[in-house]
């Protein structure tokens, strides 16, 4: 009980930098006896290894072929977008959104966001910060913006590894996913959310989602960190909306 995930939202493929095709991630999803899969690529803002937007039709031909192929398992199309611009805009354009099922999406170092000497500023004072473990105010304040601001004016399905990459004033980003309905994502890959992260963001009225963050296939539906943290923390399993 409450050991091994129902569905895995949050995994790569060789379109962003993950090691295998959609089809392994579906394969291996199957095996584990998994209900869905999302396949989540980095979105095309990033700059190093975002999918190309010309490749967004062949991956939705291909999530179609194998939903089409396989009766045991529910495919979708997801992206895991950049989080990065104080507007709140994502690397998902407005009109782009009704190619996905949904959207996921993080803070990540080397997106290029709407205006790129800020993009890059805020790139190398948060790695600054996190390899010296020493953030000032005014950046988690920035950080904490951008992703309050991304949570506000999107339709954000998980926001993953919550405060990873870019400190941020976790009181202010659970508040606002209380109020926008999104789930914390518990992450099998990053550290973050931590047990005592996660400790208090179960103090606000949030859902939270475990996920692999598979960049090989071999990981999807893995979840053996995540579910370490989430006995820690004391967290009702059943407010993990994916624990099966
Ligand atoms: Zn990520
Ligand atoms: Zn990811």
Same mark, same amino acid.
Not at 105 to 124: K, Q, R
Not at 212 to 215: C, F, G, Y
């Given at each position: 009980m409450y050991d091994r995930l129902k569905f895995d939202w949050h995994t790569h493929t060789v379109y962003s930098h993950g090691k295998g095709t959609i089809e392994e991630n579906v394969e291996t999803a199957r095996a584990r006896g998994l209900e869905s899969i999302a396949i989540t690529d980095h979105g095309p803002g990033h700059f190093g290894y975002g999918f190309r937007r010309s490749d967004i039709s062949k991956m939705r031909a291909e999530i179609d072929r194998l939903n089409e192929k396989y009766d045991d398992i529910k495919i979708y199309m997801s992206v895991e977008a950049n989080i990065i611009n104080p507007s709140g805009m994502l690397d998902v354009r407005p009109e782009e959104i009704e190619l996905y099922d949904f959207i996921i999406? #993080?803070? @990540?170092? #080397?997106?290029?966001? +709407?205006?790129?000497?800020? !993009?890059?500023?805020? @790139?190398?004072r948060n790695l600054a910060g996190s390899r010296l473990g020493r953030y000032s105010d005014k950046l988690i304040q920035t950080n904490t913006e951008i992703v309050v601001n991304s949570l506000k004016n999107n339709k954000i399905v998980t926001l993953t590894h919550p405060g990873d990459k870019g400190k941020v004033d976790l009181d202010e980003v659970f508040k606002t996913c209380e109020k926008t309905g999104t789930y914390l994502e518990i992450s099998d890959r990053h550290r973050q959310l931590t047990t005592e992260e996660i400790k208090l963001a179960a103090k606000y009225d949030v859902m939270f989602i475990a996920g !692999?963050?598979? @960049?090989r296939s071999a990981m999807v539906g893995s979840c053996q960190r995540a579910? +370490?943290?989430?006995?820690?923390? #004391?967290?009702d399993p059943a407010r993990v909306v994916n624990l099966a």
């Open positions: 999406a #993080g803070y @990540h170092f #080397g997106t290029i966001g +709407e205006n790129m000497p800020a !993009s890059l500023s805020l @790139h190398a !692999s963050d598979a @960049h579910l +370490e943290k989430i006995r820690a923390a #004391g967290l």
